[in-house]
């Protein structure tokens, strides 16, 4: 309808400039009433309803002004002006997002329940304390509690961030949400429905929604005292001159037509620009508050960090080469489905290694794998594992320790019940996590920290390498929202950026949220207020520049509209300027703002980089050598 409005006034307008009235009607009154009207009623609504001033009321004072003096030409393009200008600033706000909607698909409909007649598919909401509740592999838990029997690997990273999943025994703690990669386990419920973790994570985030308010548009926080200026400053020319037409004149003069383009058309140049290159920016508001943003929280996995296991080194024993110990854990690793297990396999991949077949393989659940290969007993797994065996691992003792230490996940390999070396996994910082975090102090960003909910070895070691210096670790979703509350009550301008389930409140709760939308989660992306769109961190700095490129933009085009505009002020006090003239100002006035705003839209394509190559995955975790120095050889 705005549109149609829009269009059908600017034809008025044009017929009323080109041939005045038609048929005994000046068609200017199109404009005046399709987009006259509806400004007027906003600002009715803001003055007497909500006692608010916007600039909408000088527009509206304006238009009935020139109106009562028969400048119906003046009244409508003023009217028309300041229509497009609003509907470049709907055009910008934000999808309500279905962030709730999603968590709750997320969650187990139904739990298989242990009853007196066996295993029982009920509803989730017949759940209730004490029951107990199994899960198979590729089941996501149904209820917070203990595992009361079996064990397995469950995937924390929807509630956690963890990178690994976690091994899970008889005594230990599951929650809802969380996935089992494999095993079968059974759960003694402690808390179900509403009192889960996960349901606490869906409250806080309804909670930052609605507290989280649009902020004031730019315009609107002049319009306090550019509203009763104008009024006064007519008034005064009116006593002092008697000439109602040049009091009428100064109130359109003072409309702010082109005050009002310049923050849409800016913000409009400023998503067009960050869009072609892979940024989705929601709203406007999300485009002003990038740009005021002084202090940034990262999630670690994948954010900083790639968020898969690789394979970061291999320690080998009594003269054995590090690819044979490669080998042989890759060979029966091809067989698990354990994450462990797929990391291990593709840097035997990456390294062109062929495998030799496997006979009698053995999944050994929570601890590794076995079997036999070219008629040797073969092992890999876990240090418990290898301690139910009775097989000696005291020579890597002192390097497992260090690599766990790290959070780094420590795989022992043996052959014919001897050790004869160790892989380290870990989940492995983004090449250009450093210079977006140097980047980003460099424009003015003060306070960088990392979240995650590893443990504070293994993310003081991420943070060293992404150049991070905040870090809070162990921290569940709870946790990180209430680390967004810290820094904004320290009044701090928040940015939030995460890609999880996790990450959800904390995301809503800053000024503005980021997601990473390509590996990250559709809830993330739902409710962060930015969405990068493939997994490039470094366009976290993009998008910080673009906006603060885009308020210094907007704030260019508010000091050239306001000379231009005081001006005109001059000359319509002077009686050289009328309304029409008046109005024409605004044209012109609001073309120049239109061409500087346009310049952001190649903003982001000048400051395109090139980017580094991918190192090997095989890089060594106690240098950073990148090569091939296997940690440690021994014997």
Not at 6 to 28: F, Q
Not at 68 to 95: C, S
Not at 409 to 427: E, N, P, Q, Y
Not at 563 to 576: C, H, P, S, T, Y
Request: hydrophobic share 50%.
């Amino acid at each position: 309808m705005e549109k149609i409005a829009m269009a059908l006034s600017a034809i008025g307008l044009l017929s009323s400039w080109l041939y005045g009235e038609v048929w005994g009607i000046d068609l200017a009154w199109i404009a005046v009433l399709l987009c006259g009207v509806p400004i007027a009623w906003a600002a009715s609504k803001e003055l007497f309803m909500e006692r608010k001033i916007n600039s909408d009321v000088l527009v509206t004072i304006a238009i009935v002004a020139a109106v009562g003096i028969g400048e119906i030409f003046a009244a409508g393009e003023v009217a028309l002006i300041m229509m497009i200008g609003m509907w470049l600033e709907n055009r910008t706000v934000a999808k309500a997002a279905s962030a709730l909607e999603e968590m709750v698909q997320m969650v187990p409909q139904t739990a298989m329940v242990k009853r007196e007649r066996g295993w029982v598919e009920i509803a989730l909401e017949k759940v209730v304390k004490g029951d107990v509740v199994q899960v198979k592999p590729g089941e996501k838990v149904s209820v917070d509690g203990v595992v009361h029997h079996g064990q397995a690997a469950v995937d924390q990273a929807a509630l956690t961030g963890e990178s690994l999943p976690v091994e899970k025994r008889q005594g230990d703690e599951v929650f809802m949400g969380t996935l089992n990669t494999n095993g079968v386990i059974e759960i003694v419920a402690e808390r179900v429905g509403d009192e889960t973790t996960f349901a606490k994570v869906t409250r806080l985030v309804a909670e930052a929604m609605e507290r989280k308010a649009p902020v004031q548009r730019l315009l609107d926080r002049w319009a306090a005292w550019i509203v009763p200026s104008s009024l006064i400053l007519a008034i005064l020319m009116f006593m002092i001159t008697g000439d109602l037409v040049r009091a009428v004149t100064i109130l359109i003069v003072f409309c702010p037509c082109a005050l009002v383009l310049a923050t849409p058309t800016a913000i409009m140049a400023g998503i067009g620009s960050a869009a072609k290159h892979g940024i989705l920016i929601k709203s406007g508001v999300a485009m002003e508050q990038i740009g005021l943003v002084n202090a940034l929280l990262f999630d670690k996995t994948g954010t900083l960090t790639e968020g898969k296991l690789q394979v970061t080194g291999v320690a080998r024993l009594h003269n054995q080469q590090a690819e044979d110990v490669l080998r042989l854990a890759a060979a029966l690793e091809q067989h698990s489905e354990h994450p462990v297990a797929h990391a291990i396999v593709k840097a035997g991949e990456d390294r062109g290694i062929k495998l030799p077949q496997v006979d009698s393989f053995l999944v050994h659940p929570g601890n590794g794998v076995s079997g036999q290969i070219d008629g040797h007993e073969v092992m890999v797994g876990n240090r418990r594992f290898f301690a139910d065996k009775g097989i000696e691992t005291a020579e890597l003792t002192q390097m497992r320790e260090e690599q766990e230490s790290a959070g780094h996940t420590a795989v022992f390999v043996a052959r014919d019940r001897k050790l004869v070396g160790m892989i380290s996994l870990a989940d492995r910082v983004r090449l250009e996590s450093r210079d977006t975090i140097g980047r980003l102090r460099l424009n003015g960003v003060g306070e960088i920290a990392m979240l995650t909910g590893d443990n504070r070895g293994a993310a003081s070691q991420i943070a060293r390498q992404a150049g991070v210096t905040t870090v809070y670790a162990e921290q569940f979703p709870e946790a990180k929202y209430q680390r967004v509350e810290e820094h904004r009550q320290k009044g701090h301008i928040v940015g939030m950026v995460g890609d999880g389930i996790n990450d959800a409140p904390a995301l809503t709760a800053a000024h503005v949220g980021i997601a990473m939308g390509a590996g990250g989660t559709q809830i993330a992306a739902e409710a962060a207020d930015i969405v990068i769109m493939n997994d490039d961190v470094s366009k976290v700095a993009d998008v910080v520049q673009l906006g603060q490129k885009t308020l210094r933009v907007i704030r260019e085009n508010l000091i050239v509209s306001s000379v231009i505009n005081a001006i005109a002020v001059i000359l319509a006090m002077a009686g050289i300027l009328g309304p029409v003239g008046g109005a024409f100002v605004h044209n012109a006035t609001s073309v120049l703002v239109v061409l500087n705003s346009a310049r952001l839209i190649h903003f982001l394509s000048s400051k395109k980089r090139e980017k580094g190559m991918t190192p090997p995955s095989m890089t060594c975790t106690t240098c950073s050598c990148q090569g091939d120095c296997n940690l440690t050889a021994k014997g």
